[in-house]
Nanobody, 121 residues
Framework: QVQLVESGGGLVQPGGSLRLSCAAS????????MGWYRQAPGKERELVAL???????NYLESARGRFTISRDNAKNAVYLQMNSLKPEDTAVYYC???????????????WGHGTQVTVSS
């Protein structure tokens, strides 16, 4: 069974920084795209950033230039460095990845349980 576990959320003042981490565990054959989504109260979940297995990245327009997504394939991990945080970045952040398990070799989109990020003075 494969699972994703996030860490690194918390309370930060506007203009501050946080680094989110997400590690995949279990019997994994490969991981393709990895990414971060977020969901604010009363809003739909939205894509924040994606990184392909080859390292190509894509960002939500409002996150571009402030957030950086990266991955460590050896650790089956993905990170989100968030700088210049704004109150509107407040949300639950979810890790997402397309994982191919060793057992089935059938890829599935997997989600973490989320980590709260609150930007407030």
């Amino acid at each position: 069974q494969v699972q994703l576990v996030e860490s690194g959320g918390g309370l930060v003042q506007p203009g501050g920084s946080l680094r989110l981490s997400c590690a995949a565990s279990g019997s994994i054959f490969s991981i393709n795209t990895m990414g971060w989504y977020r969901q604010a109260p009363g809003k739909e979940r939205e894509l924040v950033a994606l990184v392909s297995s080859g390292g190509s990245t894509n960002y939500l327009e409002s996150a571009r230039g402030r957030f950086t997504i990266s991955r460590d394939n050896a650790k089956n991990a993905v990170y989100l460095q968030m700088n210049s945080l704004k109150p509107e970045d407040t949300a639950v952040y979810y890790c997402n990845a397309y994982i191919v398990p060793l057992t089935t070799r059938l890829g599935v989109w997997s989600w973490g349980h989320g980590t709260q990020v609150t930007v407030s003075s």
